[in-house]
């Protein structure tokens, strides 16, 4: 996997890659299908809650998790900016009940198969520019690195 | 995803949005420093400086302390700090959910 903090004039990306074993179609809907995500998606001691998908050009979703019963849910939501089923998603990305007005973001996921094997790219994009304001101190510089070491394998 | 100081956190994106806020607190990153030498590479209004500074107090990335008729501003690191944790947390999440969906799959592959 790779995964790389960017930095950008639009703010800092995060790109990851990973193949799965598994043809594209069953990766496209694990990641689209509402029944299917339910099942995989939340965080370990997180539940699902309601989960939405509107899957078309301007279709809303929105993603609900709790971590235990009746917990009040916190979700993801957006709207898709580009579908081709099962090739490529483009969406708005922003948490409702925790993390509000956090500026909203973009993901793009890619599905790209070859011989079975499916890989999936995900750039996570206009996360905000904050390394920029602190390139010249080295608290920051070693919070980056840290960050590096956490994310890469 | 932990729900941590999230209003906290929010006035600080909201701070970090703007170019000329980004700007001063690069500036500010060196050391302290004057609201009028702060003012001095742009080309805006002294009122609109002062406007900025204030959404920079605000939020908490920034302090003023007046020494006679000169305020100086420097920069909180743990504001930041907080937000560049947050930053480091989507990245995470994005990886679990990686390992997730990898987990399913293999599960569920006939």
């Not at chain 1, 029944?35 to 939405?52: Q, S, T, Y």
């Not at chain 2, 729900?3 to 690069?26: C, M, Q, W, Y």
């Not at chain 2, 743990?78 to 947050?86: S, T």
Request: charged share 25%; glycine share 6%.
């Amino acid at each position: 996997m790779i995964l790389e903090p960017v930095t950008q004039r639009a703010g800092v990306t995060f790109r990851l890659r990973r193949r799965f074993t598994a043809p594209r179609e069953n990766v496209f809907r694990a990641w689209t299908d509402p029944e299917v995500l339910k099942r995989w998606w939340c965080p370990h001691g997180w539940a699902p809650a309601e989960i939405e998908i509107d899957l078309r050009v301007g279709g809303a979703f929105r993603i609900g998790m709790r971590r235990v019963e009746n917990s009040p849910p916190i979700y993801v939501y957006g709207s898709f900016l580009e579908v081709q089923t099962p090739e490529r998603l483009i969406y708005t990305w922003r948490w409702e009940n925790a993390f509000e007005q956090m500026p909203q973001t973009r993901v793009t996921v890619q599905f790209f198969e070859s011989g079975g094997i499916t890989e999936v790219v995900l750039i996570h994009e206009n996360l905000p520019e904050i390394n920029v304001c602190l390139r010249h101190r080295a608290g920051w510089i070693e919070a980056w690195e840290r960050i590096d070491r956490s994310l890469t394998p | 995803m932990r729900e941590e100081r999230p209003n906290a956190l929010d006035a600080v994106f909201g701070a970090l949005s703007d170019p000329i806020r980004r700007t001063i607190l690069a500036r500010l990153a060196r050391g302290e420093c004057s609201v009028t030498a702060l003012g001095e590479p742009f080309d805006v209004s002294p009122p609109a400086i002062s406007k900025h500074l204030r959404v920079l107090e605000t939020s908490g990335l920034i302090t003023r302390r007046k020494a006679g008729r000169v305020h100086y501003c420097r920069l909180r690191m743990d504001a930041l700090h907080r937000a560049g944790d947050w930053i480091e947390k989507q990245g995470a999440f994005w990886e679990q959910q990686f390992d997730a969906l990898a987990k399913y799959l293999d599960q569920e592959q006939p």
